[in-house]
Every structure is written in structure tokens, then in C-alpha cells.
């Protein structure tokens, strides 16, 4: 349950070709991987999770402004 079939062969892909984001949570449940961004992050866990928040900057200052 813990692993998957690849090649013939079981192995866990969080251990061995992990396909989650560097900073993301990797589970391998039902013979399928999932991926989730940690508690407090946000974003694509296949591609990056970032902080949800600024940490205490303000959103408006001038290098927030991207238009």
C-alpha cells in the first residue's frame, strides 16, 4: 500500500525519484503518490510551495507592485 509497481518491480518514488516539489510533502497511498504543499505554504506542490503569507511585509509596498 505503501509503495508502487514500476519496471516489475515496488519501490516507494518518494524515496527513490521523489516527483514533488523540493519543499512539498510526498505520500504514497493506495499504490498512487500525492503530493501537498506543508501546512502554511501554498502553491503547485509538483512545481513549488511557498510561504502563504509575507511574513509581516506589507503587500503594497513598491516591490510587490509587478504590473
Given at each position: 500500500?505503501?509503495?508502487i509497481c514500476q519496471d516489475r518491480a515496488?519501490?516507494?518514488?518518494?524515496?527513490v525519484a521523489n516527483p514533488c516539489a523540493?519543499?512539498?510533502?510526498?505520500?504514497?497511498?493506495?499504490?498512487?503518490?500525492?503530493?501537498?504543499?506543508?501546512?502554511?505554504?501554498?502553491?503547485?506542490?509538483?512545481?513549488?510551495?511557498?510561504?502563504?503569507?509575507?511574513?509581516?511585509?506589507?503587500?503594497?509596498?513598491?516591490?510587490?507592485?509587478?504590473?
Amino acid at each position: 500500500d505503501q509503495e508502487i509497481c514500476q519496471d516489475r518491480a515496488c519501490l516507494n518514488p518518494c524515496v527513490v525519484a521523489n516527483p514533488c516539489a523540493q519543499s512539498a510533502v510526498c505520500n504514497v497511498r493506495a499504490h498512487s503518490v500525492t503530493c501537498n504543499c506543508p501546512s502554511g505554504f501554498t502553491g503547485d506542490p509538483f512545481a513549488n510551495c511557498y510561504p502563504s503569507k509575507f511574513s509581516g511585509k506589507d503587500s503594497c509596498a513598491p516591490e510587490f507592485n509587478h504590473y
